[in-house]
């Protein structure tokens, strides 16, 4: 999952469905949630549902999402504990992206460990065949992803013949019209020209590091 940074608020909305453009261009037209692509059905997403007092018309409490993801999402959480969000925490290391297709907590740590199964479970985002969640036919989630792993591989072997920064640019590129931030992230864990590049060409993507390079940690995270 993508740790994105969010930034100001763009506008004042009269209504939560006025965010969706603004979310898009300042974070991509992906979900915020399983990173599949999606240019016309987006969805504005509470973090904190309505339902549980989170706060309507408030842009801390936006995320762009699928349908899937806020349909499974819908309000089963009462507030942000106990789960990752990634305009909050450093999602991109908490969970592992497998060529099997399989999503999972990356550190086996306690609390993160909990709080990633829990973000997985909420969101579905273990649907995939032969699986113990089995996608539902509508949710197509994970055969997107799948072809993002098979993309994403193929440009790795272009990647190892021609290792140029136009190459890199040209792969970063590919990545951000197919979607899928942390298939690509792994895909390319060992090349951390095209991991620059990709962070680069997703809007917003959150990298900041500290004095010895070790991601931030932003207030209220837990990774
Ligand atoms: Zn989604």
Redesign the pocket.
């Known amino acids: 999952m993508r740790p994105v940074d969010k930034g100001k608020s763009p506008n004042v909305y009269k209504n939560w469905k006025d965010a969706r453009n603004d979310l898009a261009i300042r974070l991509g037209w992906y979900?915020s949630?399983?990173e599949?692509p999606v240019s016309n059905m987006l969805e504005v997403e509470h973090i904190v549902p309505r339902n549980h007092g989170g706060a309507p018309l408030s842009w801390e409490n936006f995320l762009i999402?699928?349908k899937?993801?806020n349909t499974i999402k819908s309000d089963n959480n009462t507030s942000r504990d106990g789960y990752l969000w990634p305009d909050r925490d450093n999602t991109d290391l908490a969970f592992n992206y497998s060529e099997k297709n399989i999503i999972e907590p990356e550190q086996e740590n306690g609390f993160i460990e909990k709080a990633a199964n829990a973000t997985i479970k909420l969101l579905g985002l273990d649907r995939r065949p032969g699986g113990t969640n089995e996608p539902t036919d509508a949710d197509t989630?994970w055969i997107l992803r799948l072809q993002a792993w098979l993309i994403a591989k193929l440009s790795l072997e272009n990647w190892k013949k021609l290792p140029d920064q136009n190459m890199a640019d040209q792969i970063a590129k590919t990545a951000f019209g197919t979607g899928f931030y942390s298939v690509w992230k792994k895909v390319f864990e060992n090349e951390p020209q095209v991991i620059d590049a990709f962070i680069k060409v997703f809007p917003n993507t959150y990298n900041e590091k500290d004095e010895h390079l070790k991601r931030k940690i932003r207030p209220g995270a837990l990774i």
């Open positions: 979900c949630y399983c599949m999402s699928c899937y993801c989630r």
